[in-house]
């Protein structure tokens, strides 16, 4: 099986820009969790959806939003985009709930000029 | 996830030794583990895991050993390699939830 694919990989914005980020989960999974990852603080969780629907939410603000497709791949926008959103956005995806093993995709690297 | 200061733990091990990382957690309800190895510039990757009515499982020269008592769960590497070199971190879930340790940092000597 093919595992989590992130698109893009890199990405470069400047500061108000809006950004998406796309991830596909491994065929058959229904779930697919969002992080930021950064240096200072380490694995925060943004997100999860399920069967398109947000299953489950973060302490993120609103800027910050996501869905998912029938095919269950999910997408996440950030919008009005600030310096201190440079960060590493992970996408994970399980079978059915987050709780499950949850299989990361490598990340969507955005920088934030 | 849990917010983590700036310096993760760090461990150095000599090419060929064993390494043992640990991880403590703090919800006596958690009921499924799971150590995750990230290398540089990529995203975690599954290593192991174990459930909470076990008390140790083997993996491919991984041994995750679960200490319900004084909840503390640990990863043993075998015969570390320089391949080995990475940020590893545990996962616990309790109640639907899963989070994250902040991670300790392995490098391996030749």
């Known amino acids: 099986k093919a595992g989590v694919t992130q698109t893009p990989r890199y990405l470069i914005k400047t500061r108000g820009q809006q950004v998406t980020l796309s991830c596909s989960p491994i065929?058959?999974?229904?779930?697919v969790s969002w992080y930021q990852q950064t240096p200072g603080q380490g694995l925060q969780f943004l997100f999860e959806?399920?069967?398109?629907?947000?299953?489950n939410k973060g302490n993120f603000p609103g800027r910050f939003s996501g869905r998912q497709f029938s095919n269950s791949r999910s997408e996440m926008n950030v919008s009005t985009l600030e310096l201190g959103d440079s960060a590493l956005y992970l996408c994970?995806?399980?079978?059915?709930?987050?709780?499950?093993?949850?299989?990361f995709g490598p990340g969507t690297r955005l920088t934030v000029l | 996830g849990e917010s983590v200061g700036l310096h993760l733990p760090t461990l150095s091990v000599q090419e060929g030794d064993n390494s043992i990382i640990n991880c403590a957690y703090s919800n006596s309800a958690s009921d499924y583990f799971i150590w995750y190895k990230q290398e540089s510039g990529k995203g975690p990757q599954f290593i192991i895991d174990?459930?909470?009515?076990?008390d140790k499982r083997q993996g491919q020269r991984v041994t995750v050993l679960l200490n319900k008592t004084v909840k503390h769960l640990s990863l043993q590497i075998a015969a570390t390699q320089p391949g080995d070199s990475a940020v590893y971190f545990c996962?616990?879930?309790?109640?639907?939830?899963?989070?994250f340790g902040a991670g300790t940092r392995l490098t391996v000597k030749p």
């Open positions: 996962a616990e879930n309790t109640n639907n939830d899963m989070r």
């Open positions: 065929s058959g999974h229904r779930s």
């Open positions: 994970a995806s399980s079978l059915d709930r987050s709780a499950d093993t949850q299989y």
């Open positions: 174990i459930r909470s009515n076990m």
């Open positions: 959806y399920f069967s398109e629907t947000q299953r």
